[in-house]
C-alpha cells in the first residue's frame, strides 16, 4: 500500500509539474548550480551552463530521465565529456571565425568592390548606392545655398545628366530646325507659321496627363525601391536573431550542427545578392566552397531550385534533425522562434524574386514614352506661335526636354531597386553579425 501510495503521489507530482509549464511558470535554480550534461538516446548532446540568478524552465529545464543518466556518470567520466565538448566546439569556432576573415578579404563591405553594381548608377556625391552614416545626413543636410552650390558645381559628374544629355541634344536640334523652317519656310503664298496658331492649345491639353502619368510612374517606381529595401532589412533582422538562437539553443545541444547552419545563414545574402544581380554561378563557387566545404557547396550547387531557397531548405532540415534528437519537452520554444525566422528569410527571397520578376506594366512605360515625344514635338511650334526666336525656341526646348526625360528617367532607374541598393554592404553585414553573433562569449 504504501509504495502504490508514493506512486500516485509521483504521478501527482508530475502532473503538477506539467500543469507549471503549460502556464509558463518559473522555477528558481541556484546560480551556482554546475554545468548540465543533455543526453538523448543518441547519447552525449552537449553541455548547458545556468546564468547567474534563476532560469526560467519553459527554455532550459532538464528531464529527469536525463539527469539521472548523468548522476549515474563517475567524475572522471564527467570531467572528460565536458573537456571533449569545450575542444570540438572551440575548434569549430576557430574554423569558422577564419573562414569569415577569409570571406570578408575577398567580399569586403566596401561599396567599390561590388563588380556587379552598374557603374552609370553610382553618384560622385551622395548616392543610395552605399549605406548613410550620421556625417553623410549632416552633408546632405547642408543650408539650402550651400547645397545648391554643391549640386551644381557637381552637376557635370552627374550620372543621371550624363545619360539623358543626347536626349536633350536631339530635342534642341530639332527645335531649332523646326522653329527656323515654320518661321521663314512657305507653301505658294501661305506661310507655315499660320498653322501653329493652335499648337499652344495642344500643348496646354497634353501638360495635365503628362504631368499626371509622370508622378505616378515615379511614385511607383519609388515604393518598389523602399519595399526592397524593407525586405533586405528585414533580412539581416531575421538573420541576426536566427544566429543569436543558435548560438543559445542549439549549440549546447550540438556543436558541429549549430555552426555548419550559422555558415549557410552567413551565406545567404551574397546568394540572394547574385540571384537579383544575375552574378554568374563560378563567382558563388568560391563563397560556398569556402564557407560550406567542397561536399555542401556541391550539394548547394545541384540543387534545382536557386540557391536561396536552398539555403533556407537546408537551415530548416538542420534545425529539425536537432529538435528530434533534443529530450528536453520545452525545446518546441526556441525551435518555434527558429521556424518563425525560417518563414520571414523565405518570404523575404520570394519577394526579391517578385520585384526582379514583375515590373512595372511596361505598357504604361511605352504611353508614357509616347505623349513624352508627342508633347517635345509640339513644343517648338507652340515656341514658333508666341514669336519666341529660334534660339530661344531651342533653349526652351533644351530645358523642358531635361526636366521631363529626367524625371522619367529616374523613373526607370528606381524601377529596378537591387542594382540601386548597397547589397554588398549590406550581404557583409549580415555575414558580419552572424560570426559576432557566433562567436561572443
Known sequence: MLIQRSKVVEEEEEEEERRQQNMGGRAAIPAAAVPLLLWSSAGFEGIAAFAPGTVTRRTQQISKHDAALFAELPNSGKEDKIASYQAVTEAELSQFSKDLQQLAAIRPSDPSADQSAPIALISAGSSYTRLWTPLTWLKHADPPHVRYIRHISKWPLSTSAKKIFPAVIISATYSLVMSYIFRHARIGKYQLTATTKGAAAALGALTAPLALLLTLRANASLGRLNEARVLWGRLILRGRNLASVLKVYVMPIDPATAILAARY??????????????????????????????????????QTTKPPIAIVHRLRHLIAGVCMMSTNPNFFVPHSSM???????????GGCERLLTSPIPPTYSRHLSRIMCLYLCILPLASVASGMPSLGSMLASAIVSYVLVGVDEIGMEVENPFPLLPLQQMSAGLQSLVGETMTSS
Open 339 to 349: 521556424e518563425h525566422a525560417l518563414d520571414d528569410l523565405d518570404a523575404t527571397t
Open 265 to 302: 545563414l552567413s551565406i545567404l545574402g551574397w546568394s540572394i545578392k547574385a540571384m537579383v544581380r544575375n552574378e554568374s554561378a563560378s563567382s558563388q563557387r568560391e563563397v560556398y566552397e569556402m564557407m560550406l566545404g567542397k561536399e555542401e557547396a556541391a550539394w548547394l550547387q545541384a
